[in-house]
């Protein structure tokens, strides 16, 4: 496998010393990862020739072990990829068993596990466990049923939070929270959507500064416009409660995006052009936006090295 893998060395000590944002993005048929400077543009890589991203937005990153994980595919065989990012090198490249694909990828650092979600024998079913980087053997410790929408995790109360789309008299989208400690299920709670919400909630991601659970929705306006914004969920009530950051005439929508303290760096298509935009949402504001042509399809923002 070791020979299937360019590393582009350039810079290597001071680019890896410096660097803090890293994703995942295709070229032709090579699959790529590697730092990611806050204006989004791609400087330092590992190659995987023949391999193509396998989903958008599915993968993992453990702060305390600087390691990244991904989901690759090759010749219909999909491959569990784990890279050092302090050391820009491959720790471990896991074939998945047939069948088991993992969704929702999230690290609890704490207990130095990540959590899944598995595609269960019917239809609409999903079985949530952990899957072992190394190896990509895996167990599960819950069943949702319903239209499979996003995962997120709180390492702060050690919650993995499963969100799915249910018909149950009439449509209606739960959130599931499980404990990473023990796997045990916590609670649900039935999220009380905006007026103008018509899909989502997508992406989840955890903003330990502000501890706030934040989501993309999609919206629609009165002029039929519809577009993606982001909006935090209550964890406990479940209200989603957009912020405005884009409008529907905006016609966003969210491919990837990290945190780092109150910021969001995120890989958009703008109006079907593609941007790489920095939010604050401790000012719940759009703070720069640059135009970019490489699609990164996943990221992560790492500080523990």
Aim: proline content about 5%.
């Amino acid at each position: 496998m070791n020979t299937a893998i360019k590393l582009i060395t350039f810079s290597l000590f001071l680019s890896v010393a410096s660097a803090n944002l890293y994703g995942v993005w295709q070229d032709g048929n090579t699959a790529n990862f590697g730092i990611i400077s806050e204006t989004g543009v791609p400087t330092m890589k590992l190659e995987f020739p023949g391999y193509t991203n396998w989903h958008v937005g599915n993968s993992a990153m453990n702060n305390f072990t600087s390691m990244f994980t991904f989901v690759l595919s090759s010749n219909n065989i999909q491959y569990l990829v784990s890279v050092n990012v302090a050391t820009n090198k491959v720790l471990y490249f896991a074939p998945i068993p047939e069948g088991k694909i993992p969704y929702g990828l999230k690290y609890d650092p704490d207990v130095n596990s990540m959590k899944c979600v598995l595609q269960g024998s019917g239809n609409n079913t999903w079985l949530v466990g952990e899957m072992d980087p190394a190896s990509a053997s895996y167990d599960t410790y819950g069943m949702v049923q319903g239209a499979y929408l996003s995962t997120g995790l709180s390492p702060y109360n050690h919650s993995y939070f499963v969100v799915v789309g249910v018909q149950q008299g009439g449509p209606e989208i739960l959130m599931y929270s499980y404990d990473t400690r023990s796997g045990q299920e916590t609670g649900d709670v039935v999220l009380l959507l905006p007026q103008n919400f018509i899909g989502g909630p997508y992406n989840l991601l955890y903003i330990p500064t502000l501890d706030v659970l934040v989501c993309n929705i999609l919206i629609k306006d009165e002029n039929d416009n519809t577009g993606m914004d982001y909006a935090i969920i209550d964890i406990v009530g479940g209200t989603v409660k957009p912020l405005g950051i884009f409008t529907p005439s905006q016609a966003v929508s969210v491919v990837s995006h990290a945190a780092h303290g109150s910021l969001i760096y995120a890989n958009v298509n703008n109006d079907a052009n593609l941007q790489f935009v920095t939010i604050d949402l401790s000012q719940n504001k759009q703070l720069s936006s640059t135009p970019q042509t490489t699609f990164v399809v996943s990221m992560g923002y790492f500080t523990n090295y």
